[in-house]
């Protein structure tokens, strides 16, 4: 007699319950590590390389002006970088829309120095390059505009250079880091799992005294 679906699926349900039975309560460790590892190795083999590169301005004081306000300014054109306004301006010199460049433009000011970094990033080095000075040019042509009126001007500090090397993550990196994230998420579930019920061992229990010499024995039993 033939076994209908529903009794077929409830056998291949019980021998599969009694197979993860038999495994070690710590198989999620290394199940979990060989996935992150295989994610790993398949970004790093499979994802588009991508490339950065950095050009700087300064922000400068001119005249009367109190230096202490280039740094204001420095903070002030920071913010502007990413603006619409000037990435339709550097669009043409980068070459992408400014869609694109809403992605891949970045800028850092810091709190100490009337310094402004412009990062461009593409999967083309030349690109990267390219879009960095487009950037940082257009910024200093607006501040140009009003320089007059605040009394500080950007300067180029320094010219972006194409990237050698790409800054996403090789195939060994990729590896490493999704063999690092398989693990943490493998310790994560054992330590979350709920244990097994069958054998569990209790706290040391004091037994009888021997010969009346008072010295104790622990014993550990095992309760079912």
Known sequence: MTDSPEQQRRVVARRLRTALTRLPHWWPLPVSVLIGTAAGLSYGALATPQYEATSYAMAVAEGDT??????GYAQSYGRLTTSDATLSYAQGAAGEPVRELRSQVTSETSPDSPMIAVTGTSSDRHKAADIANAVI?????????????????LIKFTHAMTPDQPVSPSVPLGAAVG?????LLGGLVLLVRPRREGWSVSAQVPGPTAGGTGAAQDERELVR
Do not use: F, N, Q
């Open 66 to 71: 109190d230096p202490a306000a280039a740094l």
């Open 179 to 183: 063999a690092a994230a398989g693990g």
């Open 137 to 153: 040019e257009a910024v200093i042509v607006s501040s140009g505009h009003v320089s007059k009126d605040t009394g500080v001007k």
